[in-house]
């Protein structure tokens, strides 16, 4: 056994199948259902995760009937399996798979659903227990809990559970989300909501925590004696291709701001929580995003930046701006890129920027985390050939490749005192083996287990919101004046990187 053989059977933790239970997709004809759930649902059926106990029925308008869900999703498994699929394992999973066809807002259609799930209760033991995935626009989240409610299929009783998914974006502003909230508490209980956030699916964000509170290297220099300022950066090559109508409702902060990024914000800034159990984690997050300094209409100006992309160039070829593509309007104002300087208003980070950024048409696609450490007293090296001492960087990378980076300074060989800069890396990968996974797998699992613990609760997606609609606001109320402002293949806007270089620093580019 090689050592790579020795770590990765060490790390492998042996889980077990989820209980007893049935998962309800509304909207199973969309894309989501044959991208990613059922992709991930077969992933977790390869990994004997899935009880022997377990059914899926898909709900939506289209007519079909069970055997043509089943054929159509069989040709979509081919495409979109993050694998070789199994053929022995397809063929049991695909008998599990069931349609009611119906309008989200018909009563009649519930009437269906309900007699749908006591079949599957009595052919394959799913004791009554079910899970509602809301794969639908977000217009028809209110009806869809209402219609549950109505119709008692919510209701818990008999030791048995009822629990629901429910897709970003959840709301569009604060208001919003507090009336959103508020419909949906009306029929269920907090207890029973599972907002969900697939980027808490992905490996490297769930290890932020491992990470920080179990390496004693890492917590005594997380905070501001030690860290000057912190950079996360959500940055894609792609253009927003088909999702042109969506973009010009919602625009680059909406999409990614409140729920993605203030994520892995509360994960790197948050406080020790006594347990991993669900509410002592979110109870942390949630403190540590109400730390988060609100910022006036007038700071607006200065700390934040909304940017779109013009026609430019990717890889030696000619790309479109934004105004030019699919369902985009000729003059739109949306933008395609945001900014931020957030400060966080606690013990650990008085005074330590956190800078953000999100945009479409970047060089490169990458997520991550980067840590910028103070820089060391430089009176000791006045004498020698060294000019400056490069500060400290730890970088989490999140995707495409997910790892872990320090950056550090060691001596040059030689008789002259010099100074290199030196990195330390892993690749998830390496260690641990590569395991396909559509980033729903852990999400659905833990769903099924009745852990919330990376899901969002509905006092932190208040939060996120109280801090991006005064922004929001302000850019409603000022129009842009020079979109499109950068080009398509840039790292954003001048203004941006201005943003930095007001506070003496500048932007890690993944190119440097």
């Known amino acids: 056994m090689t050592t790579t053989e020795a770590i990765q059977a060490a790390g492998t933790a042996s889980g077990l199948p989820a209980g007893p239970c049935a998962i309800v997709i509304f909207g199973a004809a969309g894309d989501l259902t044959k991208r990613k759930l059922i992709p991930a649902l077969y992933n977790l059926a390869k990994g004997r995760l899935l009880p022997k106990e377990f059914?899926?029925?898909?709900?939506?308008?289209?007519?079909?009937?069970?055997e043509e869900f089943r054929e159509r999703l069989t040709q979509e498994i081919q495409e979109f399996a993050t694998a070789k699929v199994d053929s022995d394992i397809w063929d049991d999973?695909?008998?599990?798979?069931?349609?009611?066809?119906?309008?989200?807002?018909?009563?009649?259609?519930?009437?269906?659903?309900?007699?749908?799930?006591?079949?599957?209760?009595?052919?394959?033991?799913?004791?009554?227990?079910?899970?509602?995935?809301?794969?639908?626009?977000?217009?028809?989240?209110?009806?869809?809990?209402?219609?549950?409610?109505a119709s008692g299929l919510v209701r818990q009783e008999k030791n048995q559970w009822r629990r629901v998914?429910?897709?970003?974006?959840?709301?569009?502003?604060?208001?919003?989300?507090?009336?959103?909230?508020?419909?949906?508490?009306?029929?269920?209980?907090?207890?029973?909501?599972?907002?969900?956030?697939?980027?808490?699916?992905?490996?490297?964000?769930?290890?932020?925590?491992?990470?920080?509170?179990?390496?004693?290297?890492?917590?005594?220099?997380?905070?501001?004696?030690?860290?000057?300022?912190?950079?996360?950066?959500?940055?894609?090559?792609?253009?927003?291709?088909?999702?042109?109508?969506?973009?010009?409702?919602?625009?680059?902060?909406?999409?990614?701001?409140?729920?993605?990024?203030?994520?892995?914000?509360a994960l790197t800034a948050m406080e020790p929580p006594i347990s991993f159990e669900a509410d002592a984690v979110r109870d942390e997050k949630a403190k540590v995003l109400r730390a988060i300094q609100p910022i006036s209409p007038e700071e607006v100006l200065t700390r934040s930046v909304r940017g779109q992309y013009g026609p430019g160039t990717m890889k030696g070829s000619p790309v479109p701006g934004y105004r030019t593509e699919p369902d985009v309007a000729p003059d739109s104002p949306s933008q395609t890129y945001a900014a931020l300087k957030l400060m966080i208003d606690n013990w650990r980070w008085a005074d330590v920027p956190f800078y953000l950024r999100t945009g479409k048409r970047m060089p490169k696609r990458v997520t991550e985390i980067s840590i910028h450490f103070r820089r060391a007293p430089f009176l000791l090296f006045r004498k020698t050939a060294i000019e400056h001492l490069t500060p400290n960087l730890l970088t989490i990378q999140i995707q495409p490749d997910e790892g872990i980076k320090l950056q550090f300074g060691g001596k040059v060989p030689g008789p002259v005192v010099t100074m290199g800069s030196v990195d330390m890396s892993f690749k998830y990968s390496d260690y641990f083996g590569s395991t396909p996974n559509t980033g729903y797998e852990t999400l659905l699992y833990d769903c099924m287990k009745g852990d919330a613990t990376l899901f969002h609760r509905a006092d932190t997606v208040e939060v996120g919101w109280s801090v991006v609609t005064p922004i929001l606001d302000v850019w409603a109320a000022l129009p842009p004046r020079n979109f499109p402002n950068y080009p398509a293949g840039a790292w954003g806007p001048k203004e941006a990187d201005d943003m930095l270089t007001r506070d003496g620093r500048h932007w890690r580019n993944s190119d440097r």
């Open 55 to 66: 059914a899926v029925i898909g709900l939506a308008r289209n007519e079909l009937t069970t």
């Open 165 to 265: 998914i429910i897709e970003k974006p959840f709301g569009r502003d604060l208001e919003s989300a507090k009336v959103l909230n508020a419909e949906i508490q009306k029929v269920l209980d907090e207890s029973q909501i599972y907002r969900i956030d697939h980027y808490l699916g992905k490996e490297t964000v769930q290890n932020i925590m491992v990470f920080r509170f179990g390496n004693s290297i890492f917590e005594p220099v997380w905070n501001r004696r030690y860290i000057d300022h912190v950079q996360i950066t959500v940055s894609e090559t792609v253009g927003v291709e088909l999702r042109g109508s969506y973009y010009e409702e919602a625009g680059a902060l909406r999409d990614m701001v409140p729920n993605h990024i203030f994520q892995l914000i």
């Open 93 to 149: 999973f695909v008998k599990r798979l069931y349609y009611v066809a119906g309008s989200f807002g018909d009563p009649a259609a519930y009437q269906k659903l309900q007699a749908q799930l006591a079949d599957v209760d009595r052919d394959h033991g799913t004791k009554g227990n079910y899970l509602y995935y809301l794969a639908t626009n977000p217009s028809f989240f209110s009806e869809i809990v209402k219609q549950l409610g």
